[in-house]
């Protein structure tokens, strides 16, 4: 009888080979970060622009004085990067870089965390999303806000998982400071980033001897002072965001006399407009001219179907009936809105709900065509490559608007966010045990990994699903329209959570190392509910 044969083993192809090495894996994600988005940038240079844009270039270039109907930060920026590269497209660049690097880090981040590598391609990935793509060609004050707090969520993540890196906080903070004075009404965005940070710091110091020796004359940490150590913590980062803002608006008056405007005011026009009886208006103290002018222009927005944003719609502007001009009267409509408004909550809800329906349930401006020039041709903005629409275009509108229009709308990212906390609550619920149990039995060994499928991310898709919610539903008492970029932070956040959701539930699925593959470096974990306090750092399982 003849011996059974095996199979001679095969040695990996060339390709395979080269690209186990974790780190040429990183380059090939840059790559396929890099190559797209220097395309993309040669089509759109130096960006599109609206109305509002235009304005804060025109500050920039010192054209017109600075104000403050628009963030001065942004013009500011603008015209430091101006200044450094004479090209006004250098913002427009800017914007782009931190998606870049927050994509391709994203992409780094689950892959050295141990998930399969194809999920780690979602990274780069979400530069090529409709609802990114939309948004990216056109310099919105909200795009940047979106990718600044991207990015400093990516640095924050890398510094829970990776040791020694708590300088990268720095930048990130700067990054929120940005976003922050970019969209007052980001802090709703960053109260659960400042929560997430607070956490980590909470973790931090935890883990350090001298707490250790400290914090054990007095017994074991309860959960309930881990909960207020995090909320101090989070507040201190929240005073520090503040000030951070405070002292950049100074630095900005310091150099250029921003001029005052009351952009408040279009909030409380439309809330007055729309929402006091003209009967009860009418009998008000205001001045007889700012009643009969509030009056004739409701009735305009009536006809026109619109109940939002009267200072553009109907009401003439400013005083001057120039864009960005103030409006007459501030404050005596500060003085109705609280005498006629607050006071009347039930109507007030009413109102605002109705608006937040239209802006909940519906979107508009998903995509700034090239045909909408004229403001930014004012102002000397050049147009980018004429082939631009014919290429994007049709894949925004065409493909992703009309046969998913979900995908820009608030309510879609709400509901997705929902179930996204609740994974990341799941998650939490199934990781402590196995996790404490994995720590326990690592006690005096040299380790100074978690295996992957002991990691988690439930920190960071609790943060991001939280962040989208809390900033939508922000929206209520102050959104003015429809528009989409005022949801693109929530898809932007929702859709990284759902990647890091992602990254878990493929690497329960699949082992993190099997006997026939070769060892692959991994993210080794800094976060200290996730290392062995007695693991030697530098040595591998």
């Known amino acids: 009888m003849t ?77 430091v990067l101006i200044g450094f590269t004479g090209e006004a497209g250098s913002l427009f660049v800017l914007q782009a870089a931190i998606l870049v690097l927050a994509c391709w880090s994203l992409g780094v981040i689950v892959h050295r965390w141990g998930a399969p590598r194809w999920v780690s391609l979602g990274g780069p990935a979400i530069m090529a999303t409709p ?245 930014a041709a004012k102002v000397g903005l050049e147009q980018g490559n004429d082939k631009a629409d014919y290429i994007v275009q049709p894949y925004v509108e065409d493909f992703a608007l009309d046969t998913f229009p979900m995908l820009f709308k608030p309510w879609f990212w709400t509901l997705l966010a929902g179930l996204l906390l609740a994974f990341g609550y799941r998650a939490r619920g199934r990781s402590q045990g196995p996790l404490r149990q994995t720590l326990a039995s690592q006690r005096g060994s040299h380790s100074s990994q978690v295996p992957a499928g002991k990691r988690t991310f439930w920190p960071e898709i609790t943060m991001l699903a939280t962040s989208a919610l809390f900033y939508v539903f922000g929206y209520f008492p102050i959104v003015p329209s429809n528009h989409f970029r005022y949801t693109f932070w929530p898809a932007l956040a929702v859709t990284t959570a759902s990647l890091f959701a992602l990254a878990m539930w493929r690497t329960r699925r699949v082992p993190a190392v099997t006997k026939a593959s070769a060892p692959r470096e991994e993210l080794a974990v800094s976060d200290p509910a996730e290392v062995p306090k007695s693991s030697a750092p530098g040595k591998t399982p």
């Open 3 to 79: 011996a059974p044969t095996h199979p001679t083993p095969t040695k990996p192809t060339k390709p395979r080979g080269f690209f186990a090495s974790a780190l040429v894996w990183d380059a090939f994600l840059a790559l396929l970060t890099l190559v797209p988005a220097l395309f993309f940038i040669a089509l759109f240079l130096p960006g599109r622009a609206n109305v509002d844009i235009g304005n804060q270039y025109a500050q920039a270039t010192g054209d017109i004085p600075f104000s403050d109907w628009h963030p001065p930060i942004m013009s500011a920026v603008w015209r």
């Open 131 to 375: 609802w990114a793509v939309s948004q990216m060609t056109t310099m919105w004050k909200d795009t940047q806000m979106a990718v600044a707090i991207l990015l400093a969520v990516v640095l924050l993540i890398i510094t829970r998982f990776v040791p020694k890196t708590w300088l990268l906080w720095i930048p990130a903070l700067v990054l929120l400071v940005y976003a922050f004075g970019l969209r007052k009404n980001a802090i709703f965005a960053i109260v659960p980033i400042a929560v997430y940070i607070g956490y980590l710091l909470v973790k931090r110091v935890r883990s350090s001897r001298r707490f250790a020796k400290f914090a054990g004359r007095f017994g074991a940490p309860s959960d309930m002072r881990r909960v207020l150590a995090t909320a101090v913590a989070s507040l201190l980062v929240l005073v520090v965001l503040g000030a951070g803002l405070k002292a950049t608006d100074a630095a900005i008056g310091s150099q250029e006399d921003v001029q005052a405007t009351g952009q408040v005011s279009q909030i409380f026009l439309d809330d007055v407009m729309f929402s006091v009886p003209n009967s009860e208006l009418q009998s008000s103290d205001a001045p007889a001219e700012l009643k009969h002018k509030i009056s004739t222009a409701r009735d305009k927005c009536l006809k026109k179907g619109e109940i939002w944003d009267a200072y553009w719609n109907c009401y003439g502007k400013g005083a001057t009936g120039e864009p960005f001009s103030p409006i007459a009267y501030q404050e005596e409509l500060k003085s109705l809105w609280l005498s006629e408004v607050i006071t009347h909550p039930v109507r007030y809800v009413e109102y605002r709900a109705a608006v937040f329906s239209f802006y909940f349930f519906t979107s508009a401006v998903e995509y700034w065509p090239a045909d909408w020039h004229y403001d």
